[in-house]
């Protein structure tokens, strides 16, 4: 019965009206939930809802079980929303966090001093993604092997931001994208202003990930063009990626790969940017507009490469670090305008 109804949630999708505000989506998002609650998939008092995108057209849910309203990441909830004998907790990723004071007079918990979830069950987690503005969603299972990998599902692909092909032999995901400033600023890296990027970034660098879908090896080579393998495009203006490791490259069948990429001195590119919320447009660039022109197994493409929404915060480090990949000093991270900085939080929680 189970397997039956899982397979339902997921051919159901698209049988809600649109949302046009929060209060809508959260309905939707309980609805869905309420439905794994009834069919005994969920039985803790709490249920973790963990905001893992929010982009222009659609959101997307991390749902677990939980022994507390807090998250295993030690965030407390934004909203709860009481299901019969069970609190649905959304952490989410742009609304201030209750405090423990508030769960506690609203009768959320008997005692203030709980802990964050530590609930281990074999019931696993649940990937819920939502349409804002349509008649969509879809709801599946997440396997062990990918936890914390949105993009390892074809699923959810049309939810997140870029692109993809159908029927592809590879799937492509811009996994990350940094910042690397001269080594001479280490001991400035906290005082930097992002949106003032312009004026001291020497390069963006970050990472793709590359999964081969196929019983077949896959061979990446360069087509040529212009030296391009990966791209952003703005207009007529154009951001090279310039991959690290030497082409071709063979990626074995289903298997997986994570080349690493800097880009070119961005500023030129930048300045054609608005003087507001520079990192922001260059973020949205980064996710909607990045664009792959490598060969696959012989043959010229060009196409525009998802983009991982969980990539929410990134990190800006000096330029020694960025390309020897070491960590410690010299590396500070930051968050998207709008998002609430979740090592803050978690510190603010556990009090240390």
Known sequence: MKCRLFFLLILLGGCTSPSTSLKEIHQRVVDQIALLVDSGYLQTQYIEVMERVSNDSSVIYSISASDSPASRTDELPSKVIKYKDKYFCFIKLEEPEMSRTELYEKGIVSDSTFWSNEYISDEGFWLLAIRKYENKHVLVKERAEYIGYVTEYPELWEYLSGSFQH?????????????????????????????????????????????????????????????????????????????????????EPHGADFPRFDSESPH??????????????????????????????????????????????????????????KLGNGRRVFYNKGVYDKDERGRKFRGW
Not at 275 to 298: A, H, I, P
Request: charged share 20%.
């Open 268 to 325: 030129r590119f930048l300045q054609k940017l608005p003087e507001q919320d520079v990192w922001m447009s260059m973020y949205r660039l980064f996710c909607d507009s990045t664009f792959c022109f490598l060969k696959v197994n012989g043959v010229p493409t060009n196409f525009r490469i998802l983009h991982d929404d969980t990539r929410f915060f990134n990190y800006m480090e000096v330029d020694s670090n960025a390309r020897n990949l």
């Open 167 to 251: 029927g592809s032999p590879l799937s492509m995901a811009l996994h990350s994208h940094n910042i690397a400033v001269a080594d001479s600023l280490l001991f400035q890296l906290d005082d930097l202003v992002v949106d003032s990027l312009k004026h001291y970034i020497e390069s963006f660098f970050g990472m793709i990930q590359l999964k081969n879908q196929t019983d077949s090896t896959i061979i990446l080579s360069n087509n040529n063009l212009n030296d391009l393998s990966y791209a952003v495009v703005n207009g007529a203006d154009t951001l090279r990626l310039i991959l690290r490791d030497s082409l071709p490259a063979v990626i």
